[in-house]
């Protein structure tokens, strides 16, 4: 069984930045990809970025140089930096884990980009 915990969600102005963590557990082992996704009210959920076992990354286009990635291999933490937030960023985001024996979500963080 695998934990996820999200963290670091709250309430920015625009131009403002989070930076989002989620924290791995349990049986972590042939680790294929860890991502972050997005679901807004009323939207599917969909792809924020991604970060591979072999050290790609790929982020959607509406992401692409504000937000970044990243993942301490270490501590099985997560990491999305979130630059510039635009009101459109609003939505929950989820952190996801592709294992060998499957795909793993956490609980969620919710993000409100406001003024």
């Known amino acids: 069984q695998v934990q996820l915990v999200e963290s670091g969600g709250g309430l920015v102005q625009p131009g403002g930045s989070l930076r989002l963590s989620c924290a791995a557990s349990g049986s972590i082992s042939s680790v294929n990809s860890m991502g972050w996704y997005r679901q807004a009210p009323g939207q599917q959920r969909g792809l924020v970025a991604v970060?591979?076992?072999?050290?790609?990354?790929m982020y959607a286009d509406f992401v692409k140089g504000r937000f970044t990635i990243s993942r301490d291999t270490a501590k099985n933490t997560l990491y999305l930096q979130m630059n510039s937030l635009k009101p459109e960023d609003t939505a929950d985001y989820y952190c996801?884990?592709?294992?060998?024996?499957?795909?793993?979500w956490g609980q969620g963080t919710q993000v409100t980009v406001s003024s």
């Open positions: 996801q884990v592709g294992m060998v024996g499957g795909d793993y």
């Open positions: 970060t591979t076992s072999g050290g790609m990354t």
